[in-house]
C-alpha cells in the first residue's frame, strides 16, 4: 500500500461528458502529480501541483484541469469527453520540497471509459 | 532540463537468463535516478533508487542497477529471470532541490519465456 488513495477505481460514462477524478496523497507529501497511461501513448504526465499551486504542466489538454485544495488532496477534472480519453489516470504523491529525491508514490490509478 | 532515454520498449529473455533493461539520462546536475515497476493493472511502484553514495543499487526482487556518470547510464540488470518478473519497466530521473520534476522514460515490456 503506497498511501496514495484513488477515486474512483473504475468508471464508464458517454462522449461528452464531464468527470472528476479525485487523489488523497501520501500523509505529510505537498506534491501531486497526474499521470494518463493508455495503450497507444505509454505514460504521459499532465501535470504537477505542490502545496496548492501549480508547479509543472505537461501534456494536459484544454478540456483538462486540476487544483489542489488546503487539505493537500487533488482533482483532475475531464470534460467534453472523447473517446480516446479512455485511458488509466494514476496520481502520485512526494514530499515535494527540496528536502526529497522525487521518490513517487503511486495510486492504484482510475480506470476510466468513454463510451 | 533532464530527460530519459529507454533503448528497447520489448525486450524478451528466458526464464532463468541475465535481464537487462538499458536506460540513459541527460541532466545538467547530478540527478536522481530511479527505476519502477508495473504489473497489470497496477500502479507503478519503485523498484530501486540512486541518490548519492554507492552507485551500485540494490532494490526488490533481486534487481541491482549501476550508476555511470561517465556513461550517462543507469542501467538494470537481474541474473536470473523470473516468470513473476514480466512486467513493464520504467526509468526515471530528478535533480535535486526545487520542486522534484519528475521524468519518465517511455518505458520497458518485459517478457519472459518459460
Known amino acids: 500500500d503506497s498511501g496514495v488513495t484513488q477515486t474512483p477505481k473504475h468508471l464508464i460514462t458517454a462522449t461528452g461528458q464531464r468527470v472528476t477524478l479525485r487523489c488523497s496523497p501520501r500523509?505529510?507529501?505537498?506534491?501531486v502529480y497526474w499521470y494518463q497511461q493508455s495503450l497507444d501513448q505509454g505514460l504521459q504526465f499532465l501535470i504537477q501541483?505542490?502545496?496548492?499551486?501549480?508547479?509543472a504542466k505537461g501534456n494536459i489538454l484544454e478540456r483538462f484541469s486540476a487544483q489542489q485544495f488546503p487539505d493537500l488532496h487533488s482533482e483532475l477534472n475531464l470534460s467534453s469527453l472523447e473517446l480516446g480519453d479512455s485511458a488509466l489516470y494514476f496520481c502520485?504523491?512526494?514530499?515535494?520540497?527540496?528536502?526529497?529525491?522525487?521518490?513517487?508514490?503511486f495510486g492504484e490509478g482510475s480506470r476510466l471509459t468513454v463510451l | 532540463a533532464q530527460s530519459v532515454t529507454q533503448l528497447g520498449s520489448h525486450v524478451s529473455v528466458s526464464e532463468g537468463a541475465l535481464v537487462l533493461l538499458r536506460c540513459n539520462y541527460s541532466?545538467?546536475?547530478?540527478?536522481?535516478l530511479f527505476w519502477y515497476v508495473q504489473y497489470p493493472n497496477q500502479g507503478l511502484q519503485l523498484l530501486l533508487k540512486?541518490?548519492?553514495?554507492?552507485?551500485l543499487v540494490k532494490g526488490i526482487n533481486g534487481f541491482e542497477a549501476e550508476f555511470k556518470k561517465s556513461e550517462t547510464s543507469f542501467h538494470l540488470t537481474k541474473p536470473s529471470a523470473h516468470m513473476s518478473d514480466a512486467a513493464e519497466y520504467f526509468c526515471?530521473?530528478?535533480?535535486?532541490?526545487?520542486?522534484?520534476?519528475?521524468?519518465f522514460g517511455t518505458g520497458t515490456k518485459l517478457q519472459v519465456i518459460p
Open positions: 500523509s505529510g507529501d505537498l506534491s
Open positions: 502520485a504523491s512526494s514530499v515535494g520540497s527540496g528536502g526529497g529525491t522525487g521518490e513517487l508514490f
Open positions: 540512486y541518490t548519492t553514495g554507492a552507485t
Open positions: 501541483y505542490y502545496n496548492g499551486e501549480e508547479r
Open positions: 541532466s545538467s546536475v547530478p540527478p536522481y
Open positions: 526515471a530521473v530528478s535533480v535535486p532541490g526545487g520542486y522534484q520534476k519528475v521524468t
